[in-house]
């Protein structure tokens, strides 16, 4: 260690060695998907049947029951690193033990791009069912609309100001709420902005499992989205301002995302550290 100290100092090189990353790792996560990640991903004739939860919870997505249901790897689709891609025609992936019950919190954070609209509405991700009585917790795209949205059984509730950029390129988007009623307990937000909403409706806990591609239940063609996923992490409770910002910067710097951050950033410049 003295050896390599002197070294640095005659080469004028720092003595402090670069900081190790920051991951969602370091945090409390409730689900964690990472399509960079080719161990945590099954292939069966080539489209993915399971993707496997990177939490301590291991909640893994399959899709078991409908073959031409399965969604594929997009190779190196977004800074050298795979994605996966829904079809936005039949394609999901689900668990049907993950719910909500009782949290009265949570936060969604993900790196994806609606690569078209939809024919109807678009559910990218959520906690719940269709046609439940309690709301759906999740990305939601309404008829004919461009922004990303907080959606529940028979209301919407938020439409942010965020448009899905559909068609374009990827974004780092994301959604949470501070408490199950009151004012200003919404958040959403895209690419390290994000905006407090009150919703026209109350929050309910949802209990009918976690859908990536659409949402459970009998209406569940009516929200195939046509989506490419890198990331998604969910927690069950509503990060601190300093979580939340690493959350950002570390997802921006490992997707190639950084230069959409705003100036004002922590992580603007340089991602974020243990």
């Not at 991700?125 to 009585?133: E, P």
């Not at 459970?216 to 992490?233: D, L, P, Q």
Request: aromatic content about 10%; glycine content about 12%.
């Amino acid at each position: 260690m003295l050896g390599r100290s002197l070294l640095l100092k005659a080469s004028g090189a720092s003595e402090i060695a670069p900081g190790v990353p920051w991951t969602p790792a370091n945090i409390s996560t409730f689900l964690w998907f990472d399509a960079s990640d080719a161990s945590t991903i099954t292939l069966t004739s080539g489209a993915v049947s399971q993707w496997n939860d990177k939490s301590e919870r291991n909640k893994h997505l399959t899709q078991t029951v409908v073959s031409t249901a399965r969604p594929v790897v997009s190779a190196a689709a977004l800074n050298g690193l795979n994605t996966i891609t829904y079809d936005g025609v039949n394609d999901y992936m689900d668990n049907p033990s993950v719910g909500s019950s009782g949290i009265q919190s949570f936060f969604m954070i993900a790196v994806f791009r609606m690569n078209t609209g939809g024919n109807n509405e678009d559910l990218p991700m959520g906690i719940g069912a269709t046609g439940a009585n309690r709301q759906c917790r999740c990305f939601y795209r309404a008829n004919g609309g461009t922004n990303v949205g907080f959606a529940g059984f028979s209301a919407d509730i938020a439409s942010s100001a965020y448009s899905y950029d559909i068609g374009g390129s990827y974004h780092i988007f994301e959604i949470g709420n501070t408490q199950l009623t009151g004012p200003n307990q919404v958040e959403i937000g895209r690419d390290g902005q994000a905006t407090s909403y009150t919703p026209s409706n109350s929050l309910l806990a949802a209990t009918d499992g976690f859908t990536m591609g659409s949402l459970r239940g009998g209406a569940i063609g009516n929200y195939y989205s046509a989506i490419s996923v890198a990331e998604f992490i969910c927690l069950h409770y509503f990060p601190t301002t300093d979580q939340r910002q690493r959350l950002r910067g570390s997802l921006a710097w490992k997707w190639g995302l950084q230069g959409n951050l705003p100036a004002d950033h922590p992580y603007k410049f340089s991602r974020p550290t243990v």
